[in-house]
Structures are given as structure tokens and as C-alpha cells.
């Protein structure tokens, strides 16, 4: 079983920057792709942005040349920067890894962007 811990979400005014962390833990046979995925009230789940183990990355054109996704596989650990953060930018961020050929959810960390 695979437990995903995401942290830093927050309230930021719009402009501001955030990084979110996700840390995986248990029994993690090999990691595939790691991902991050957002969900603001009454909307799907929607996909912000993916990386392979290799280091490809994907983006949602939302927030293409904003944000940035990294991974550390030692750590078994995915980030994403956010910078110049929008009010529509505000949802649950979850954190999303694909292992032993099925996905596994973090427990989501709310980002906020208001003035």
C-alpha cells in the first residue's frame, strides 16, 4: 500500500508563488509517472501537470509558463513550483502516482488565491 503526504497549500494573493511537495511512503514497488491534479468547487478533477520517471513533463495550457513540475526519485517525492498565481488557480491540488499498475491519491491541500 502506498500513502501519498501532500504539503503547501495556502492563501496567496494573486501574483504570488506557492510549491507544493508530495512525499510517498509504504510498500512502493517501482514508480511510474507522478502527477499533480486540481479540483475547484463544483468542477472535475481536471489534470495540472505530469512527470515520467525519466523527466518528461506535461502541462495543462492553463498553466503552461507558470508553474513547474520536478521529481526526486530517491525521495519519492513530486513538487510543483506556482508562480504569478490567478484567483481562477484556486482549487485542491492532489497529488497523483502511478505504482504496481494502479494509481494512488494524496489527501489534497487547499491553495487559495484572493486578495
Known amino acids: 500500500q502506498v500513502q501519498l503526504v501532500e504539503s503547501g497549500g495556502d492563501l496567496v494573493q494573486p501574483g504570488g508563488s506557492l510549491r507544493l511537495s508530495c512525499a510517498a511512503s509504504?510498500?512502493?514497488?517501482?514508480?511510474?509517472?507522478m502527477g499533480w491534479y486540481r479540483q475547484a468547487p463544483g468542477k472535475q478533477r481536471d489534470l495540472v501537470a505530469d512527470i515520467t520517471r525519466g523527466g518528461s513533463t506535461n502541462y495543462a495550457d492553463s498553466v503552461k509558463g507558470r508553474f513547474t513540475i520536478s521529481r526526486d526519485n530517491a525521495k519519492k517525492s513530486v513538487y510543483l513550483q506556482m508562480n504569478s498565481l490567478k484567483p481562477e488557480d484556486t482549487a485542491v491540488y492532489y497529488c497523483?502516482?502511478?505504482?504496481?499498475?494502479?494509481?494512488?491519491w494524496g489527501q489534497g491541500t487547499q491553495v487559495t488565491v484572493s486578495s
Open positions: 509504504g510498500t512502493i514497488f517501482r514508480i511510474g509517472a
Open positions: 497523483n502516482v502511478f505504482s504496481g499498475n494502479r494509481d494512488y
